[in-house]
Nanobody, 120 residues
């Protein structure tokens, strides 16, 4: 069994920054690709960013590219999403997921999510 626990969400003002964390535990290799997704109010869940198992390769959705950075610390089994210049449209529940592979954003395991609310 694999568990993912997100943290770091909260209520912030436009232009602020947040760093989300995703702690991964259980029977999975620390070398698995991990991604962040989000689901805003009344919207479909959407891909935000992904990182390969070794942390070398990353990929971002157009909506966050240039103001977000995904990283990982495999010694701590934790993946991070640093988000800067937050906008009201970034308001969503953010989920992390262990992917089947870096090239396949189908998720094997999901976390419970952390709420990010950006006030205008």
């Amino acid at each position: 069994q694999v568990q993912l626990v997100e943290s770091g969400g909260g209520l912030v003002q436009t232009g602020a920054s947040l760093r989300l964390s995703c702690a991964v535990s259980g029977r999975t290799s620390s070398r698995k690709a991990v991604a962040w997704f989000r689901q805003g109010p009344g919207k479909e869940r959407e891909f935000v960013a992904r990182i390969s198992g070794g942390g070398i390769n990353t990929n971002y959705a157009d909506s966050v590219r240039g103001r977000s950075t995904i990283s990982r610390d495999n010694a701590k089994n934790t993946v991070y999403l640093q988000m800067n210049s937050l906008q009201p449209e970034d308001t969503a529940v953010y989920y992390c997921a262990v992917l089947k592979s870096y090239s396949d954003i189908g998720a094997e395991y999901w976390g419970q999510g952390t709420q990010v609310t950006v006030s205008s």
